[in-house]
């Protein structure tokens, strides 16, 4: 069903909430990509000088490292107060964290700022792409969602974009000013909160079927309380989530283990976490500079210019990627991105390893193009898929505790790789990459057979993928307040 025509206020007005809340991606974007853009400027390695690599290393991570932290407790706080609750608290860290980092003198209170930092983009990262995908109208669902972690890039770009700008600037407001304006992003999410509605289904689990009903009414049929879309929206969340009730362990953390399709649930939102730092990006993404600078790109203004338009290039990609994934479907997005992506990732793997053994130029430009189509593969599938895929498979009761999973695996391993990468590359050199090719075949496997396809399915429906063929017809009955049937929906819970 497509959605009412321009006329539909309440509709332009949920999209346009929508469109503010996806700057909580961009927030990620911004302060993951930061780092990388700081390390171009003279006077911000001035200010790590007295650090050994290893210190280097946590400090760079440190934004995992509070990412980590919040992950797990964020689920809580956004199954207990609500969706747009958990973004506040996250946006208004964020904001505080960037005042912090602007008056700093010590790199290790510099890293405590950054945890903090993390922790408010993990509260955020928690909760709005569940508000968005159970907010968005159906037809509109998997586009939206797929362009939250592709608006990543947006936040990436900016961080970029002002590091050059500020390049110029010979004394520490050069990296100061980028700290400083990290508060855009999160600003743009406390905005989005005075136009967005809270979650329907979040709504209907608190008893609060009125305002549920109330919030489909004005954003998906512009105010017709007998659209049959609404209706049948209504009808379905409610038995879904009633059904869901009624299994009284169904939103605790041993419900992952209580069935096949459950852990195999859980064992996608782990993997998805591994595989989106641990396929060759984590380098590219955080540690572009020394690359660039093992292949003979050393100048500060050539290294920043590249940074920049690889991630312009990352965006255009990562958005038709997310336009396309519910034409084709994820899986094959998946399969064949991670096939282009071990092409790529090995012919750089061979052309560093010329420049490095035989000091032939040519090959040490010839990373810099194989680069940038390793990392065209890369968002075409991984950049929308990450958030948007645990988003559609997890149950409601399981679904911020399943993203969760995710985002705290995804940091856990994004931790490491900052962590480690700066160690392994000075030691490894080009020999770095093969890890990750190894990686890539890995992954492929995975991919090819654990994750189903959710192509053309509500959140409700995809449920039923990873339920066993041994269940029960349940017949959820909605009534009116005069006790007249209203309608029915009828779904399958494992016995």
């Known amino acids: 069903m497509s959605p009412k025509s321009a006329v ?8 346009l909430g929508i469109f503010l809340m996806l700057s909580a991606s961009a927030t990620s974007g911004y302060n993951a990509s930061q780092i990388n853009s700081l390390l171009v400027l003279p006077e911000f390695n001035e200010f790590l000088s007295g650090l050994d690599s290893n210190s280097t290393g946590l400090i760079i991570a440190s934004v995992s490292l509070g990412s980590f932290l919040s992950f797990i407790p964020a689920s809580y706080v956004a199954d207990s107060l609500g969706r747009r609750r ?17 008056a700093v003198k010590h790199p290790w209170v510099f890293f405590g700022a950054r945890i903090v930092t993390g922790a408010g983009v993990g509260f955020s990262q928690t909760a709005a792409p569940l508000l968005i995908a159970e907010t968005a109208y159906p037809s ?25 700008a500020t ?14 304006l990290q508060v855009l992003y999160p600003t743009m999410q406390l905005v989005a909160l005075f136009v967005i509605p809270e979650s329907p289904r979040w709504l209907v689990s608190k008893n609060r079927q009125g305002e549920a009903l109330a919030m489909l009414t004005r954003y998906h049929a512009n105010g017709d309380m007998h659209d049959k879309l609404v209706q049948d929206e209504y009808d379905q969340i409610c038995a879904s989530i009633h059904a869901e009730a009624d299994q009284k362990s169904a939103s605790r953390w041993t419900a992952f283990f209580r069935s096949k399709g459950d852990m195999h649930r859980l064992t996608i939102c782990i993997l998805l976490g591994f595989m989106q730092e641990w396929t060759g990006n984590g380098v590219t993404s955080y540690y572009l500079p020394p690359i660039l ?7 500060a203004v050539h290294q920043a210019a590249v940074n920049i338009s690889l991630q312009f290039w990352n965006l255009m990609f990562a958005v038709a990627g997310a336009s396309t994934s519910d034409k084709y479907g994820r899986r094959v997005l998946w399969l064949c991105a991670t096939t282009l ?38 968002d075409f599938a991984y950049m929308p898929l990450f958030i948007a895929y645990p988003a559609e498979i997890l149950p409601f009761q399981l679904r911020a505790k399943g993203l ?16 480690v990468n700066p160690v392994a590359f000075s030691a490894l050199q080009w020999r770095y990459f093969s890890i990750y090719v190894g990686c890539l075949v890995v992954v492929f496997a995975l991919v090819y057979f654990f994750f189903p396809e959710t192509q053309g399915r509500s959140l409700e429906e995809v ?27 009828v779904i399958k819970y494992e016995e």
Request: glycine content about 6%.
């Open 8 to 15: 539909n206020h309440g509709l332009r007005r949920l999209n």
């Open 341 to 378: 992506m071990f092409i790529f990732l090995s012919t750089s793997t061979v052309m560093a390893g010329l420049f490095a053994e035989m000091n032939i130029l040519q090959a040490g430009i010839a990373v810099v193009p194989m680069l940038f189509l390793f990392c065209a593969a890369y």
């Open 167 to 180: 390049l110029s600037i010979d004394n520490s407001w050069s990296w100061r000013i980028p700290c400083l």
């Open 293 to 299: 600078g093992s292949v003979g790109i050393t100048n």
């Open 463 to 489: 449920a039923q993928i990873f339920e066993s063929t041994k269940v029960k017809d349940h017949e959820a009955i909605m009534s009116d307040s005069d006790g007249s049937k209203q309608s029915s929906f």
């Open 86 to 102: 958990c973004v506040s608290i996250g946006a208004t860290l964020c904001i505080l964290a960037s005042i912090l980092q602007v």
């Open 140 to 164: 509109q669902r998997p586009t939206l969602t797929g362009l939250y972690n592709a608006v990543w890039f947006c936040g990436s770009i900016t961080a970029a974009a002002i590091a050059f």
């Open 404 to 419: 969760a999973v995710t985002l705290t695996t995804d940091s856990l391993a994004c931790f490491f790789n900052q962590y």
